[in-house]
T-cell receptor
Framework: EAGVAQSPRYKIIEKRQSVAFWCNPI?????LYWYQQILGQGPKLLIQFQNNGVVDDSQLPKDRFSAERLKGVDSTLKIQPAKLEDSAVYLC?????????????FGPGTRLTVL | AQSVSQHNHHVILSEAASLELGCNYS??????LFWYVQYPGQHLQLLLKYFSGDPLVKGIKGFEAEFIKSKFSFNLRKPSVQWSDTAEYFC????????????FGKGTRLHILP
């Protein structure tokens, strides 16, 4: 079974530039999550999708971050414009149904460095 | 606000030593509890989980964790560690019935000396 795919694996940009990350969840997984993991901290949920609808985006900085999952499969996370404090690993995860009944499967992450 | 505390940020042990990593959470309702592990260069993966039933749960690679409701704790244990257990370990909590959000602790970096 193929795992969660993410690209790119690494990205270096300057502040005020834009960046986009892509995630392809495990086939058949309806729920998709984007997490931000800052160095020395645990993953923090940014947004959760159930199929193509948003379940929770309470911790997404909506003035600069946006995410979509148009066909209920792939998802993109965008930052525009980036700030220095956005330097982190961005993790995508998917699960069959809601997290508390099934485990989340994580992708390799995208390491973003903002200079 | 719901929070998860992992007391040890960095633990160094020799092979064959016993391991216990602490995890405490702040919410008093019904919770689901998880331990995730991230080996060097690899993805986060589930080590074990507790939803209900026997409070002593067994996971992969000889790990186990005990849910003690009165202490709001879910400590991870392994009786004899191996060099290959070198990794970062994350405790995570989900409050059942509230939302589907999982809150992660800050992680414990475990280094096993050969």
């Amino acid at each position: 079974e193929a795992g969660v795919a993410q690209s790119p694996r690494y990205k270096i940009i300057e502040k005020r530039q834009s960046v986009a990350f892509w995630c392809n969840p495990i086939s058949g997984h309806a729920t998709l999550y984007w997490y931000q993991q800052i160095l020395g901290q645990g993953p923090k949920l940014l947004i959760q999708f159930q199929n193509n609808g948003v379940v929770d985006d309470s911790q997404l900085p909506k003035d600069r971050f946006s995410a979509e999952r148009l066909k209920g499969v792939d998802s993109t996370l965008k930052i525009q414009p980036a700030k220095l404090e956005d330097s982190a690993v961005y993790l995508c995860a998917s699960s069959v149904v809601e997290a508390h009944y099934n485990e989340q499967f994580f992708g390799p992450g995208t390491r973003l460095t903002v200079l | 606000a719901q929070s998860v505390s992992q007391h040890n940020h960095h633990v160094i042990l020799s092979e064959a030593a016993s391991l216990e990593l602490g995890c405490n959470y702040s919410y008093g309702g019904t919770v689901n509890l998880f331990w995730y592990v991230q080996y060097p260069g690899q993805h986060l993966q589930l080590l074990l989980k507790y939803f209900s039933g026997d409070p002593l749960v067994k996971g992969i690679k000889g790990f186990e964790a005990e849910f003690i409701k009165s202490k709001f704790s879910f400590n991870l244990r392994k009786p004899s560690v191996q060099w290959s257990d070198t990794a970062e370990y994350f405790c995570a909590v989900n409050v059942r019935g509230r939302d589907d959000k999982i809150i992660f602790g800050k992680g414990t970096r475990l280094h096993i000396l050969p």
